[in-house]
């Protein structure tokens, strides 16, 4: 159980194109998650934190304008890089947070931008 | 402040040696303790957790780890390590309200035949 899935996987883009990674829940509703990015050879940075049905609270440094963070549903949340850049090259991950204390994460979304 | 220390970056290892990977961490509140380990360009994968209880705690793949609240740590410990163990383990802490995550900067595990 607690299954989270990310789609893509991988993608690839040009640079200053907009690009959006889905984030599910497969076998359970929450209305907690987070999105998470990591660069190469370093740990993972809590981007945003979304409740359903709210805006986003974004940690500081983040651009909200520039990582938009739609969670219409208990199982949907999507996280749009518009106007990527080589820098936002980076494996985003997903996590829902099923129980108050406990996160489940998806297998991550490696964008590159070239 | 709240943090997570991992002060290992590399730890090499040969099979079947124990293995010890540190962590301490600094929480304002009850800390929920996790260790999760990941493959490259994999996602992660959780190995054991902490919330309460008795302080040595059996995760999967023959892990374990114990909690010491008066040094703030929850070492990561394996009696034999296998070469299918190399790879980044990452310690993180939470709270009891949905609060996120805080991550450690990881350690790589390398495993010598």
């Known amino acids: 159980g607690a299954v989270v899935s990310q789609h893509p996987s991988w993608v690839i883009c040009k640079s200053g194109t907009s690009v959006k990674i889905e984030c599910r829940s497969l076998?359970?509703?929450?209305?907690?998650m987070f999105w998470y990015r990591q660069f190469p050879k370093q740990s993972l940075m809590l981007m945003a934190t979304?409740?359903?049905?709210?805006?986003?609270?974004?940690e500081q440094g983040v651009e909200k304008d520039k990582f938009l963070i739609n969670h219409a549903s208990l199982t949907l949340s999507t996280l749009t890089v518009t106007s990527a850049h080589p820098e936002d090259s980076s494996f985003y991950i997903c996590?829902?947070?099923?129980?108050?204390?406990?996160?489940?994460f998806g297998p991550g979304t490696r964008l590159t931008v070239l | 402040a709240q943090s997570v220390t991992q002060p290992d970056i590399h730890i090499t290892v040969s099979e079947g040696a124990s293995l010890e990977l540190r962590c301490n961490y600094s929480?304002?509140?009850?800390?929920?303790l996790f260790w999760y380990v990941q493959s490259p360009g994999q996602g992660l994968q959780l190995l054991l957790k902490?919330?309460?209880?008795?302080?040595l705690v059996q995760g999967i793949k023959g892990f374990e780890a114990e909690f010491k609240r008066s040094q703030s740590s929850f070492n990561l410990r394996k009696p034999s390590v296998h070469w299918s163990d190399a790879a980044e383990y990452f310690c993180?802490?939470?709270?009891?309200?949905?609060?996120?995550?805080?991550f450690g900067s990881g350690t790589k595990l390398n495993v010598k035949p």
């Open positions: 996590s829902y947070a099923l129980q108050s204390n406990e996160q489940f």
């Open positions: 076998d359970f509703q929450a209305t907690t």
């Open positions: 979304s409740n359903e049905g709210s805006k986003a609270t974004y």
């Open positions: 929480y304002g509140a009850t800390p929920y």
């Open positions: 902490y919330f309460s209880g008795d302080t």
């Open positions: 993180a802490v939470g709270g009891n309200n949905f609060n996120k995550f805080y």
